[in-house]
């Protein structure tokens, strides 16, 4: 790696102030669920994303700017416009969650008869309510609950194919959005919060979460209020003494409940779909819940959360289910020869995301169970794979007879899948491929829609689908891109192929699955050692460590200086790399201000100059939004030099590049087109959207500096790195493996942590996530070699 400093140019810009924020990411970051000692919370403050980019891997995000000195919650800064009436697409991807979810809860009411309080319950969760109510009665003590539990969990259902979740309909520009609360609900909750301290424009939210009977909700338990995205349990608090005075304390089984709600929900936002219960109860005792178990046993007597038991292996070994006897109360052999019981794992998960991990985890049994749609001959398979060059060969023979394939590999890698397509197209196969993100759909498509990348490629696999057959993952399952359905309700194709596959979370990841016709093929492709998901669930990595179908490695090395850095990165080692023609270069910074200032330099003047890459077409990454050289800054600092204006609408002006986020962790790059009475005009991926103006400023960033997490997906020509002092806690090898990687030509560090850059590349790998998968899946899918 080169480092010899860029030289400075004769730029005058001064140095932008670093501004009033503590160093990191954002502001007071406190403990939460995703690490008993202390990991920051998502940065909801300004932005209003409540699964904020990099919140799962290196503490990236911080907790939100909203705590007020009399400790409730802060204004939101949409106010009132969110009741407005909205259509978008990510709308469209929320109502096609929330079909995923109805469809989820039929099949469970299936499954089991109704029963009482508590009547979200089934399986393992059932017998703890059971447990719980022995101990409530005095038949048991507590600590028998979950001290010492059973080494048993249900068991996993046969790989049968399940109703199939209808496929959203889409909204048209002139369509009727989502009716918000009315308004005389929100003027009454918008009287109690006022009435509790609380700001008056959590109202429309508020009264769009808790419904009609929203104020007395909140009277009757005022800690609801912590449903709220933006409000802290120190908030809620505040709340709940100005509205109970004396009746309001600590032990209050109201606030156990939702500080163990809430926790939950952190947890979420760090990428875990459940917590272990020792955790969650040591960090309820942290929040100064005074019985912990008490809370959690609350919790799931409410039907708020789901309890599981998971048996554990010796480590190394696969995971697999309890050994249960004929009865399922653990037989002789359950432990081994000597009858000794195996240990078992107690977690604690939303309802939301663990029975998406069940609906996911039985998708994928039934595509790795079932023989996958004969589609051409094994002949015509062979002479498709022979046509193409090295570890492309091998993916085509393993997708013939496979349902389930994972591959890898890094940007290089990507040839491969195009390969596949082209090869799957030309024997007749309906094949399309899906991205998580627009960036990731446009970066593949450009690859899908040109010649083939391999000279040596020929016959049927070098022509195939064009860029059209590359979609986003949303546009997929909600119709607006794609193929469509069937008259079944699944989607209307052979086979599937995910790019970015790292990024799936696990409601995406169901949705797909169960979205799948039978006989159909899917794909998996990616690069593990990127960041994961915004969303929780590690699926792709779950997947690579359960080992339930084949995985093809791709043995195509990422060329050049670039290749050779990020390659090494991935490995855990950060050499020295030859850099001849400036495809790298370290430009050392004593401190935030100078980071910004050398940033503008280098983006303005020093890249198009040395290396001939435009403005517009360089990228800049840095750790997170806040601290004093995070987006914030670096964005107000980039738009003065680039494109100066009064910011008259919410401080946009046209020609501004922006990100848009129209669902929480979902991140649309464009540009600003105009603004009028309808809201801001943004030129998008595939077409114009408009902001409206209440909206405007909980979800449009500027977009010339970038998380890593937002990046995702995207390829640049050049790209900026600023890593100023402060960033130093957030830095992962799997970040910087993710912000390097994505330069195609030119790659500027920005840096100013010293060590600290070695040493996370060599040890901080990527922050574990909680997660059931492997376990839902060991029993019922074979293992492979």
């Known amino acids: 790696m080169s480092t010899e400093p860029e030289p400075a140019s004769k730029d005058t810009t001064d140095a932008v102030d670093p501004g009033p924020e503590t160093p990191g990411t954002a502001q007071a970051p406190a403990p939460d669920a995703g690490d008993a000692d202390g990991t920051a919370a998502p940065d909801t403050g300004d932005d209003g994303e409540t699964a904020a980019p990099d919140t799962g891997d290196a503490g990236e995000t911080a907790a939100p700017d909203s705590a007020s000195a009399d400790g409730t919650a802060a204004p939101d800064s949409a106010g009132a416009g969110e009741t407005a009436a909205q259509v978008s697409e990510g709308e469209a991807e929320l109502a096609a969650q929330r079909v995923e979810r109805e469809r989820i809860e039929r099949r469970k009411a299936e499954k089991q008869g109704p029963i009482d309080a508590g009547g979200k319950l089934s399986g393992t969760a059932a017998d703890l309510l059971a447990a719980v109510r022995a101990v409530e009665s005095g038949e048991k003590p507590a600590a028998a609950v979950f001290g010492a539990p059973e080494p048993a969990r249900r068991p996993a259902p046969e790989p049968v194919r399940r ?4 496929a959203a309909e889409p909204t048209g520009a002139a369509g009727a959005g989502p009716a918000g609360p009315a308004p005389r609900t929100v003027e009454s909750v918008r009287r109690v919060l006022a009435e509790g301290g609380a700001p008056e424009a959590l109202a429309p939210r508020t009264a769009a979460l808790l419904g009609e009977g929203a104020e007395d909700a909140l009277r009757a338990d005022p800690w609801q209020l912590l449903r709220v995205a933006t409000v802290r349990p120190e908030q809620a608090d505040g709340f709940a003494r100005a509205l109970l005075g004396a009746e309001c304390g600590p032990d209050d089984e109201r606030r156990g409940r939702a500080v163990t709600v809430w926790l939950l929900e952190q947890a979420a ?26 809370a959690v046993q609350s919790t799931l007597a409410e039907g708020e959360a789901l309890a599981f038991q998971d048996a554990l292996d010796e480590p190394g070994a696969r995971p697999g289910p309890a050994a249960d006897g004929p009865e399922g109360t653990g037989g002789e052999d359950a432990g081994g020869a000597e009858g000794e019981e195996r240990p078992v794992r107690v977690l604690i998960g939303l309802e939301r995301y663990a029975l998406a991990e069940e609906s996911l985890a039985d998708g994928l049994a039934r595509l790795v169970n079932s023989a996958p749609k004969q589609d051409g001959s094994a002949a015509d398979w062979e002479q498709a794979a022979a046509s193409a060059p090295g570890s492309a060969a091998d993916l085509i023979r393993a997708v013939a007879g496979h349902g389930l394939v994972l ?30 993100g627009p960036l990731g759909r446009d970066r593949f498509a450009a690859l899908l829609g040109g010649p083939p990348s391999d000279p040596d490629a020929s016959g049927p696999a070098a022509s195939g689908p064009d860029a059209s057959a590359a979609v986003t993952v949303t546009g997929l399952l909600t119709g607006t891109e794609g193929p469509g359905r069937d008259a079944d309700g699944a989607l209307d194709l052979d086979l599937l192929v995910v790019v970015d596959a790292p990024q799936l979370d696990v409601e995406a990841g169901a949705l797909l699955a169960e979205s799948l016709p039978d006989g159909a093929r899917l794909v998996l492709a990616g690069d593990p050692a990127v960041l994961w998901s915004v969303g929780p669930g590690r699926v792709f990595a779950d997947l690579l460590a359960a080992r339930v179908c084949p995985q093809i490695a791709s043995r195509r090395p990422d060329p050049g200086p670039l290749g050779e850095l990020v390659s090494g990165i991935g490995i855990g080692e950060l050499g020295q790399v030859e850099a001849p023609g400036k495809e790298i270069v370290i430009v050392p910074v004593r401190d935030a201000g100078e980071a910004v200032h050398r940033t503008v330099q280098l983006v303005a003047d020093s890249v198009p100059r040395a290396i001939g890459v435009p403005a517009e077409e360089t990228q800049v990454i840095t750790p997170g939004h806040g601290g004093a050289a995070g987006t914030r800054v670096l964005n107000a600092a980039l738009k003065e030099r680039l494109n100066p204006g ?36 943004l030129s998008c991926t595939g077409g114009t959207v408009i902001v409206p103006r209440d909206r ?22 050049a790209v900026v790195v600023v890593l100023p002092g402060d960033a130093v806690q957030a830095l992962s090898r799997p970040w910087i493996y993710t912000a390097f990687g994505r330069a195609a030509r030119h790659l500027s560090v920005v840096h100013g942590v010293d060590q600290a850059l070695p040493r996370a590349v060599a040890e901080i790998p990527a922050k574990p996530r909680t997660t059931r998968l492997p376990v839902l899946l060991a029993p019922q899918v074979p293992v492979t070699g």
Do not use: M, N, Y
């Open 163 to 166: 109703p199939r979740p209808e």
């Open 269 to 294: 936002l760090a990428g875990h779909t459940a917590l272990e219960l020792p955790r969650l109860t040591a960090t309820l005792a942290q929040r100064g819940v005074p019985d912990p178990d008490a």
């Open 696 to 717: 405007v400023d909980g979800s449009v960033r500027h977009g010339w500096a970038l998380t890593a997490h937002q990046a995702l997906g995207g390829r640049w020509p």
């Open 407 to 436: 591959h890898t590999g890094g940007e290089a890698s990507l040839a491969e899948p195009v390969a596949l397509l082209r090869a799957a197209h030309a024997l007749g196969l309906r094949a399309w491929a899906a991205a998580p």
């Open 646 to 681: 009064p910011g008259r609408f919410g401080g946009f002006d046209p020609g501004d590049r922006v990100v848009h986020t129209p669902a929480p962790g979902r991140v649309l790059p464009g540009r600003v087109v105009k603004a009028d009475a309808e809201g801001l005009h």
